[in-house]
């Protein structure tokens, strides 16, 4: 009863509904074909619910040793004295600020693990300032999906588009919505995924 009641008030399903509900009496539409769209309306539901489910579900923050067994897999090495003494690390940690690197805070760790894992489970889906396509844009460098494009078949096209809608958004001449240090790290992602595009040949 209760996912009924969540599937009636969704509002891309009530759009569906109807559509399929308002055919023409005359139409020629096939069981078959009503079967394809009710599974596509199924599909759509099920989609929305899981979005909703974890939109309100908190995940659960990654403990301090799981954060170290990430890095310390991602670098090849066993512990954090291997990790420090690593030329691989040493070079990715090169530009970062390595006095405010403190090995004995959670807070270094989350920050290796957004840099080189991915997104922190209590960190998805996120809300407020500086957040798009539920990422905070100025914690993650992930411009791909904060473009909401996939990087491995999107052309250049695409992220100009893309970008363009955002820019609209944020660029500091609208006064309703213009961010301009949001807008200045959509511009450096934006440009920085064209060379990339560019170098690919796509």
């Not at 139409?27 to 939109?55: A, C, F, H």
């Not at 897999?73 to 690197?101: P, Q, W």
């Not at 961010?179 to 200045?184: A, M, P, S």
Request: aromatic letters at 8%; proline letters at 4%.
């Amino acid at each position: 009863m209760k996912i009924m009641a969540t599937i009636i008030n969704l509002p891309q399903v009530e759009g569906e509904i109807n559509r399929i509900s308002h055919l023409p009496k005359g139409s020629s539409i096939t069981p078959e074909k009503l079967r394809e769209e009710l599974e596509k309306l199924v599909n759509l539901t099920i989609k929305e619910v899981n979005r909703q489910k974890n939109l309100s579900t908190p995940q659960k923050s990654l403990t301090l040793p799981q954060l170290k067994e990430a890095i310390y897999k991602h670098f090849k090495v066993k512990n954090t004295d291997e990790l420090r003494k690593s030329d691989r690390f040493d070079m990715a940690i090169d530009g970062m600020d390595k006095l405010k690197l403190n090995f004995s805070k959670k807070e270094t760790w989350k920050i290796f693990y957004r840099k080189w894992i991915g997104i922190l489970p209590e960190e998805q889906n996120q809300e407020g300032y500086g957040c798009i396509n539920g990422i905070d844009i100025f914690k993650y460098n992930r411009p791909w999906q904060i473009f909401g494009l996939d990087g491995k078949t999107a052309t250049k096209e695409d992220l100009k588009k893309a970008y363009r809608q955002l820019s609209k958004i944020y660029h500091p001449d609208n006064q309703e919505t213009g961010d301009r240090k949001i807008f200045e790290r959509l511009e450096k992602m934006s440009n920085s995924l064209i060379m990339g595009i560019s170098q690919n040949g796509r």
